[in-house]
């Protein structure tokens, strides 16, 4: 494939917790995005889907649904924390609700500017729960980023 610039990319991580976790339990997920030393990473967005884990419980599956009122056992199994570090740094400086992400109708959040990685720094996606209930069933926590590669201007 011949390279193009900007080159689209999408680099997604599952998070799975089981039944019980509870507060301070979290899950990171390295990504290596085999860019070349002259290139570049943008990331743009990030999009939150929690997943019933069909495997480990009652075998339904299927995407979480959360109520418009805000409380009830499906929404404390939302509460978590999406942590990005690019290198040593975590971009942005503050985590984000995920359980916010999540509710919206496209699952997804922008950032009002791109998160950079360089060649050879660490992406890592780190998911933490942030509330002291503990999980009603098992999930998987599906988190995307959306970006694109560019080539570095010298």
């Known amino acids: 494939m011949a390279n193009q610039y900007p080159q689209p990319e999408v680099y997604t991580t599952r998070h799975p917790f089981a039944s019980g976790a ?11 995005t ?3 030393h002259n290139e570049q990473v943008l990331v743009y967005g990030v999009m939150v889907n929690f997943i019933e884990n069909s495997t480990a419980s009652n075998g339904i599956g299927g995407i979480i649904t959360l109520a418009a009122t805000g409380s009830g056992s499906t929404e404390e199994d939302a509460r978590f924390s ?3 570090n690019s290198g040593a740094n975590t971009v942005p400086t503050n ?3 995920a359980q916010f992400i999540h509710r919206k109708s496209d699952k997804m959040m922008t950032f009002p500017c791109p998160i950079l990685i360089s060649h050879r720094d660490v992406l890592q996606v780190t998911l933490e729960r942030t509330t002291t209930t503990a999980l009603s069933k098992a999930i998987i926590c599906k988190v995307t980023l959306i970006g694109e590669i560019i080539k570095k201007e010298v």
């Open 95 to 97: 985590s984000f609700d």
């Open 34 to 36: 085999n860019i070349a």
């Open 22 to 32: 509870s507060f301070g339990t979290s899950d990171t997920q390295t990504l290596y």
């Open 82 to 84: 999406v942590i990005i």
